[in-house]
Every structure is written in structure tokens, then in C-alpha cells.
């Protein structure tokens, strides 16, 4: 009798302390998410099912559009995991081999300053810098339409490049040193230390940067709209499903937005992400855990 | 002999591997700190030779003059602070109340909750921005601080919960029974415990501020209006309309960046416990 009371304290007790918390995810966090799938199945407050999913897939114009924007955030993830994580990890290796000591915190910092700054800054420090009016680079690399996205996805990974790197650093200092000083007993090099035994130790968390990365790109908005705005040129080449989704919704120029196509569209994003993740841990994470012991 | 070559091998190693730290470092911050030399320039200067220092005839200061005559700069600069203290506070807050309620009643509810949080951390909640914009215009908090603080704190305190509940795990029960013995109620008991996790609170603090302050996305949609416009968009916008003075642009660019340098470079520890800790789950 008495512990039952126990327990009704103890479960009052931790509602009581979660709630605030609770109540701020759930409301502005949750029920967005989870009321925007909802009214994407309605038509100027009329149920009409997957009516707008099937304009959105099969409309000329919008599944163009739909189509080229996925395959933009395919090719903006694939540049940004493939150069940003191997960068990142030598980096967190070179930090991390010994050799630098005092300066390890110093250059640690100095390495993470671009990811504080704001993606306006960012894309402006950049865009003048390859700018034909300071003429350091002659070639106009944003007005071009097959390298205008491999150029915006470059100086995205040039500002993010602290984060991965901060992650992997951490990861590399968990590793038991006992580990690392057997294998060095035993003969083994610097190098084959590196590939054969920490990048093993440390695979589940270049896993989860990976999928990270994957996440924050198919959410990505912000550097495409910092410089070509929500109509992302030359002729569309830069557009991604984040600035797609704004133009849906929110209307650009002539184009009015639209509520329900928006929350539409946004369903079809959050679709995407939702199944590249659970696959993601489904198939990967989970034999990456097992080659770990 | 043998012992001197190796300790030469040894150094010019480490010197290799500082040379090649150093050209990433220059990569990092070679592009900011040309943004800076040319912010103390003339028009004539930054375009006659971007990357040379200003000289007597170059420099100039009437960027930060306009920038700071620009009745919005300021304003935006207040309605930033204002946004991010804020949720960064209410955040702290909740993530602690919510950290301690998981770790001090551990139930099964409480590892349910805990769960939540965690898949909270990857939501991407910009994707659920039409609610959340009809959510504002009915209660008429279209253009105000308070919608984007109230959007913050749900999305910041997914990661804040899971952060301060590593933080909490590590204090040793004793103290709060003590505390309790003493007839400490479990609202005093936790005010007690909380200076022991001041680090998991800086940490939550970092890492929950650096992506308000500069997100785009909310305040373009929630608080376009000139009154509330943060830091961020007013950049952006003036970005797009003034590009014709560069000195005032480049300036507002600098003074809009120096905040979160300067308090990254003091919290830097911190904010990199924050990050490595928070998404390692």
C-alpha cells in the first residue's frame, strides 16, 4: 500500500517536473509537424484526400520542379558528406596525434569560427570573394548552371567543416589509450593505427554525423535562399526542396503561395528524411554497433 | 645516435603536422579576416585591391557610421538579443526540470520521455512551419518576440533534456538525501543539486543560442516586420537592397558576426561538450 503511494508520487512528481519542457516540444515542435501531414490532405478547408500529393507528383510543372529539387539536395549531400567527413576526420586526426599539444584548443577554436557565423554572412563573404569585381577568380562560378550548386555546397561545407570535425575529435579522444599503446608495442605505425584500428572504433559516430548530414541537408534552406533567394538560379539549377517548399507556401514574386500544396510538399520532405534515416539505421548503424565489439 | 635521429624525426613530424593544421586554419579564417580588413575601407579601396590592408588613403570608418546611422541595425541588434536570451533561458530552464524529473523518478514513463526527447533532437520542425504560422496569426502573435522564442524553446529542448540528463546522472545521490532528510520538498532538493551541473548548463546554454541567433528561416516567415526584424534577416535583407553601398554593408556584416565570435572564443569548451555530448546518443 505504502510503495503504491510511493510510485503515484513518484509519477506525479515526474510529470510535474517534464511538463514545461513537454508542453514547449510538443506544441511548437510536434504538433506542427504531425498537423502540417494532416492538412496537406485538405483543399481550401475540403477533405480531398491525396488530391494535392497527386498534383504535386503528377503536374508538369510541379513535379519538374519536385524532381529537380530532390535530385539537388541528392547532389548537395553527396559533395557535402563526401568532402566535409573525410576532411573533417583527418583534420580531428592531426588534432588528435599528439604532435600538436598546447595549440590543440587554439587551432580547435580557430577551426570552428566559421560555423558560428550566419549563412548571410557566409554566402556574402564568399560570393564576394569569387566575385568577377574583385577578380580573384575569373570564372563566374555561381551564374553558371553546372557549377553553380557545387559551388554553394562547397561554401556550406566550408562553414559546417567545425562541426563534424568538433564531433569526430571527441570521438577519436574517447578511445582507450591502453588500446592504442598495445598496437604501438606491437610495431604498428601511425597510419595503420589510424585506418586499422581508430577509424573501426569510431565508425558508429562517423555513422551518425553522416546521417546527420543527411538530415540537415534535406532540411536545408538557409545558404541556397541567403544568395539566390526563393526563386534559386540560374534557371532554377540551385533550387532544393527547402526553397521549393517556401515558394509552395509562401509565394515568390508572382507565384501565390499555397497553405495546403505547402504542408504537402513539407509531408513529402519529411517523408523522405523520416525513410533515409530509419533505413539508415535499419541497415547500417546497427552492423556498424555489431563490428564495433 | 640512433636515439638523435628519432628525436628529429619526431619533431620535423610534428612541425609537418602543424603546417598542414595551419593552411586549414587559414582556410577557416583567411576569408573573415579579409571581410574585416576591407570593412575599414573606402569603396575605392575594397575594390582596388580586396586583399591589401588599408593604408592612409584607403582607410576609412563611415561603413560603421552608416551602418550604425541605419535606424534598423540597432533595433535589430536589440530584437536578436532579446529573442535569443530568452529562449536560451527558458530552455535551460525546462531541459533542467525535465532532466531531473527523468533521472530522480526513473520509471518506465520516464525512459518513455527520455525516448521522445531523443528522437526530438533529429525532428525537422521548419517542416512543420504552416501550422505553426496559422498557430501565430490566431493568436495574434504574428511579429512579436514572443512567437519565436515560444518555436525556439520546442525546438532547443529536445537537445537540452538529453544533455542535462548525462549532467544529472553524475551527481551522487547523497546530497539529495541529505537535502530530503533536512525537509527539503523535491523543488528545493533540485535547486540544491542544480550548481553541481553548472557545466551541462553552460553547455546547454552554447549550444541552444549559436543557432537562434542566426537562423533565417522563422523570422523571414514570423517577424518580417521592421519592429522585431532580427539581426540575421535585417542583414539579409539589406544584403539584397543596398548592394550598391558596399562600405555600410560590409561593416553591418562584421558588427553582425562579432557577437557570437567573441562569445564562441569564451565558451568554446562548453559549446563543444554541448555538441559532441548531445548528439553521441
Redesign the interface.
Given at each position: 500500500m505504502k510503495s503504491r503511494n510511493m510510485?503515484r508520487k513518484?509519477?506525479r512528481?515526474?510529470?510535474?517536473?517534464?511538463s514545461?519542457?513537454?508542453a514547449?516540444?510538443l506544441?511548437?515542435?510536434?504538433?506542427?509537424?504531425?498537423?502540417?501531414i494532416y492538412?496537406s490532405f485538405f483543399k481550401d478547408a475540403v477533405f480531398v484526400g491525396l488530391a494535392n500529393f497527386k498534383f504535386l507528383f503528377t503536374d508538369d510543372n510541379s513535379s519538374t520542379r519536385l524532381l529537380a529539387a530532390f535530385l539537388h539536395n541528392c547532389e548537395f549531400f553527396a559533395i557535402a558528406a563526401s568532402v566535409q567527413i573525410p576532411l573533417a576526420l583527418f583534420?580531428a586526426a592531426?588534432?588528435t596525434?599528439g604532435?600538436?599539444r598546447r595549440?590543440t584548443?587554439f587551432?580547435?577554436?580557430?577551426?570552428?569560427?566559421?560555423?558560428?557565423?550566419?549563412?548571410?554572412?557566409v554566402g556574402?563573404?564568399?560570393r564576394?570573394?569569387i566575385s568577377p569585381?574583385?577578380g580573384?577568380v575569373q570564372y563566374p562560378l555561381l551564374g553558371e548552371k553546372t557549377t553553380a550548386l557545387p559551388t554553394i555546397t562547397l561554401m556550406s561545407v566550408?562553414q559546417y567543416?567545425?562541426?563534424p570535425l568538433?564531433?569526430l575529435?571527441?570521438?577519436l579522444l574517447s578511445i582507450p589509450s591502453n588500446i592504442i599503446e598495445s598496437a604501438r608495442v606491437d610495431g604498428a605505425s601511425d597510419i595503420r593505427i589510424f585506418f586499422r584500428i581508430k577509424i573501426p572504433l569510431i565508425a558508429p559516430?562517423i555513422g551518425?554525423?553522416t546521417i546527420?548530414t543527411f538530415?540537415w541537408t534535406?532540411?536545408g534552406?538557409?545558404i541556397i535562399?541567403?544568395l539566390n533567394?526563393g526563386q534559386p538560379g540560374p534557371d532554377f539549377s540551385t533550387d532544393v526542396l527547402?526553397t521549393l517548399?517556401y515558394r509552395t507556401?509562401?509565394g515568390w514574386d508572382a507565384d501565390q503561395g499555397n497553405?495546403n500544396l505547402?504542408?504537402a510538399t513539407?509531408?513529402v520532405?519529411?517523408f523522405i528524411?523520416l525513410l533515409g534515416?530509419a533505413a539508415y539505421f535499419a541497415i547500417v548503424q546497427r552492423r556498424l554497433k555489431v563490428s564495433q565489439l | 645516435m640512433i636515439q638523435k635521429d628519432g628525436r628529429i624525426q619526431t619533431q620535423s613530424k610534428n612541425l609537418l603536422v602543424h603546417l598542414c593544421i595551419l593552411f586549414f586554419v587559414l582556410i577557416a579564417i583567411g576569408p573573415i579576416i579579409v571581410i574585416i580588413i576591407n570593412s575599414f575601407k573606402t569603396t575605392d579601396g575594397i575594390f582596388s585591391g580586396p586583399l591589401k590592408l588599408p593604408d592612409s588613403k584607403t582607410f576609412s570608418l563611415d561603413g560603421y557610421k552608416r551602418a550604425f546611422e541605419n535606424g534598423n541595425f540597432i533595433r535589430n541588434y536589440i530584437n536578436s538579443t532579446i529573442i535569443t536570451v530568452g529562449s536560451t533561458l527558458l530552455t535551460v530552464v525546462c531541459s533542467c526540470l525535465a532532466a531531473y524529473g527523468i533521472t530522480e523518478y526513473a520509471t518506465k514513463l520516464a525512459k518513455m520521455i527520455a525516448g521522445l526527447f531523443t528522437i526530438g533532437i533529429m525532428l525537422p520542425v521548419t517542416l512543420g512551419t504552416v501550422v505553426i504560422l496559422k498557430m501565430m496569426v490566431r493568436f495574434h502573435l504574428l511579429n512579436t518576440h514572443i512567437s519565436l522564442i515560444l518555436v525556439y524553446v520546442g525546438i532547443s529542448v529536445p537537445l537540452g533534456v538529453i544533455l542535462m540528463v548525462t549532467n544529472f546522472r553524475t551527481v551522487s545521490n547523497d546530497l539529495k538525501e541529505a537535502a530530503r532528510i533536512d525537509g527539503a520538498n523535491e523543488f528545493k532538493t533540485f535547486l540544491i543539486v542544480l550548481p553541481l551541473v553548472k557545466p551541462g548548463i553552460a553547455a546547454v546554454a552554447a549550444i541552444t543560442m549559436l543557432p537562434i541567433w542566426n537562423d533565417l528561416w522563422f523570422p523571414l516567415i514570423l517577424t518580417t516586420g521592421p519592429k522585431t526584424q532580427t539581426l540575421t534577416l535585417g542583414i539579409q535583407q539589406f544584403v539584397g537592397v543596398h548592394t550598391n553601398d558596399w562600405q555600410a554593408l560590409i561593416a553591418s556584416l562584421v558588427l553582425g558576426a562579432i557577437p557570437l565570435i567573441l562569445l564562441f572564443t569564451l565558451f568554446s569548451k562548453q559549446f563543444i561538450k554541448g555538441l559532441s555530448d548531445g548528439y553521441s546518443k
Open positions: 510510485m513518484r509519477y512528481q515526474l510529470v510535474l517536473f517534464t514545461p519542457a513537454l514547449f516540444f506544441i511548437f515542435a510536434v504538433f506542427p509537424l504531425m498537423g502540417t492538412i583534420m592531426l588534432l596525434s604532435r600538436v595549440l584548443g587551432y580547435r577554436t580557430l577551426l570552428f569560427i566559421p560555423s558560428t557565423l550566419s549563412v548571410v554572412i556574402f563573404i564568399w564576394l570573394i569585381l574583385w580573384i566550408w567543416l567545425g562541426i568538433v564531433f575529435y571527441s570521438a559516430q551518425i554525423i546527420l538530415i534535406f532540411n534552406f538557409d535562399y541567403a533567394g527547402g517548399f507556401f509562401f497553405q505547402g504542408a513539407a509531408t520532405i519529411f528524411i534515416t | -
